[in-house]
């Protein structure tokens, strides 16, 4: 009996959701597929063919690396990871921090406190060192990406839903449930959580790019994830020793990152006025 | 000859039409009155003249001041002509001055930016007209940040500002609707003392105010002027039938068809409520909201509540239903005490209070359907209930309140507010309770929607003997629906008596002094004075004694110094020194 159809309806008509959400979706069938329409590995080495610019003989579209592995594949590979460990890692702050959130503002008082200072407290770690250090005591491990990201994500997302909460509880649909007899759980799944879901799906949509930037970022200093694996942050690392003899190495997959992260941040506006223009109308 | 002329003006969003081709005009000194309900284009067209519609507006026609066309002029014209020629009073005085800057460097600002004064003459200037718009102590308020001001002094800085440059126009918005009852009264004779040759639109919902301070009136219906006159000759004999609705449904205090106290056993009771909150930053300080009330509402009576705001009449009633805690005193259902929490109360007593709030949209979820929302109170008391007859009764209800079965589907952002608040009564109504409480429950609604809501609330009272408690500041509602009426000033009991007792045979001077605020919808009763000086004294810092004493006309050394007890004269409870000498 929740409004989510309705939003859907209305995500479907707002352009910018659509036309992201395609692009996006294109994406993934294009990661998904391209490897097994291809004839190469993105393993196989060919020496023969080392450092080739992109050509449509042999479909390497996007041409070869200093190995001779074929890039096309590679990139499709590279997007597969990168997005993956951007939705888990979303996930895993969604989960810890919509419950840690929406627990703190509706019990409020002392525990409220309590929790709250413990984010603050986790705020003040330097990220990168907090990842160097998990990266050194333990081996380097794809989870533990996953992990790192989704554990600095959920803070951000913990305060939004506090703060949503407490300004949810003061509502007077709320008041008017606690005097018809609602119990707490029955307030909080009916009445509050319903009322989260626009700014918790908006704000997951922008953590997306970030968490991709994260591990962008700890894959080009190395620490992220390791070869033959590959992600897209791993690839423009690799693009960049080759920046003046090969420069697709490095364009095309910053291109498809560029592309990625302007996809996710346009859905996150567009689902913004699709949530919001429901309350105004 | 005209000042300004409006001619053929619409104005479009898209397909909607807010304004359409609407002509008037207005000469010096006149001062006209704009009446409407809500969306009906009064305060599109004011915006139109000040040049401020949003971008996606469509307008055509045209605007003239003096010999200047408005709808058409640039910006930097508009910008000259604003202030100096034309100036605007918004509704909410809280929104229109900007909360980080002085009060004097607002009001300053104007004049350096217009090159009409700079330096030492621009500060003299701005507080000589602080001065006139009676702030208290100008030079002290120059230096003030808007939350400093209470909201009637807020208003009058607000005057203060659009007057400075001195305006040919001014057009007010609703300058009274946000404020309280004796506040409006002192405004609206302050507007008048001020206008001199200025000539003055005052767009208003309430033709009590348009009778007593316009000229002449023009009313307003989706967009469309339907009449327009002489204020006595429209309020004499109405021509439209829309302004013929509109003065049916104004409110007057001087019906006769009042009614008649009833005689039923008590269900609520409320004694020595004292209400009181902790106040944030201050340690240990609290803010005594609800000074120990003694109250008893009957089976089939409806009670009114008056008070302006801060009265604490929002917080007793809260106490009573256990939303807020009490701090003393106790509230008995039926001859039994309850538990002071809602949360402990028994839910055979919890399904029998119930409450209506004032804002019908908010208090509805906004991600429930309708269905879900009146149905909801059974799903909670009556879970076992069959899904065909739960859905049966909230129909019945839907259809109780004047909405039917197409409404189930709607969410609460569809509905107008008279819809959405039908939609909340039905959900109160649904567990027939014995005791509903109406928090200015038709406050936001519009007159002729306001009077459907209460007839509906009347009848079923006569089917149930449901015990209604009516929060509001509106006398006129008061005396249209009550039987009884509570008046309350700063936290205290001041009056109890029934309806005809209470405006016939008015015993405090407080009373007294809000019936007399209360704008007659009448030209021809003079225009009386503001009954009152001076605004409510802060909550945090009541006055000694009575608390009422510093703005009252028959306070003595006794009223300073000792808290008048309720008492009871002839049938009415007062509680004042000086009663049986009103």
Redesign the interface.
Known sequence: ???TS?TWRKARKNRVVVGSGGVLLLLVVMALLGPLISPHGYLDTDFGRILHAPTATELQLFGTDDLGRDLFVRTMLGIQVTLLVAVVASIVSLAIGVLYGAVAGYVGGRVDAVMMRLVDTLYALPFIFFVILLMVVFERNFLLIFIAIGAINWLDMARIVRGQTLSLRE???V????????STP?IIL??IA??L?GVVVVYVTLTIPQAILVESFLSFLGLGIQEPRTSLGALVDAGVNHMEGAAWMLLIPAALLALILLCFNFLGDGLRDVFDS???? | MSLLRVDKLSIRYGETSAVNDLSFSLRAGESVGLVGESGSGKTQTALALLGLLPANAITTGDIFLADTELLRAGKRALNKLRAERIAMIFQDPVQALNPYVRIGQQLRRILVAHGLAAGKAADERVIEMLQRVGLPDAERQYRAYPHQLSGGMQQRAMIASALLAEPDVLIADEPTTALDVTVQAQILELLEALREDTALLLITHDLGVVAGHCDRMLVLEQGRLVEEGWTGDIFAAPQHAHTQLLLAAAPRLDRTDVPRPVSGEEVLGIAGASVSYRERGRRGGRLQAVREVDLAVHRGETLAVVGESGSGKSSLLRAALGLVPMQSGCVSYCGEVLDGQVQSRAVAVRRDLQLVFQDPVGSLNPQMRVAAIVAEPLSIHEATLIADVRRRRVIEKLERVGLGEDYLQRFPHELSGGQAQRVAIARALILEPRVLVCDEAVAALDGSVRQQILALLRDVQDQSGLAIIFITHDLAVVRAISHRVLVMYMGRLVELADNETLFARTRHPYTRALIEAVPKPDPTAAAGNAPLRGEVPSILTPPSGCTFHPRCTYARDICSEEVPRARLLDTTMVACHRAEEI
């Open positions: 009996m929740t409004a309705a509502r007077e649909f008041e008017a449930a606690r005097l018809m007899g609602a029955r009916r009445h319903p009322n879901i429901r309350h105004k109308s």
